[in-house]
């Protein structure tokens, strides 16, 4: 896990996404620790009538070294990976999902 949703409502070229996902990809291997393996990244337009133009929410699984600074160093690259590649501010909510009550299939 960590699973990474980005909700924007403007056009993203394909470029632009994987760029955007490499660098995503690179904070969940690196702050949060996770294998490659499991992350899963999406990026989907939608609309949004109100609240920030993007919506980055972040899935993962609780553990012991995913701390507060782990998590700031997370949402401080999200942020910056945002603006980089599509030019604006993300609100960013991040949720810790206890394993004890994980259920997930591959």
Do not use: N, W
């Not at 949703?5 to 955007?20: C, G």
């Not at 393996?37 to 929410?57: C, D, F, H, K, N």
């Amino acid at each position: 896990m960590p699973v990474i949703k980005l909700f924007t409502a403007q056009a993203v070229t394909v470029d632009t996404a994987e760029a955007l996902a490499q660098e995503l990809e690179l904070l969940c291997t690196g702050p949060l620790r996770a294998q490659p393996s499991a992350i899963q990244i999406v990026l989907m337009q939608a609309v949004s009538p109100r609240g920030a133009a993007v919506l980055l929410e972040a899935h993962y699984r609780d553990q012991p070294y995913r701390d507060g600074q782990a998590l700031a160093a997370f949402m401080d690259g999200a942020e910056q990976a945002v603006r980089r590649h599509l030019g604006t501010v993300p609100r960013i909510r991040c949720f810790a999902i206890d394993q004890a009550t994980l259920h997930a299939r591959h």
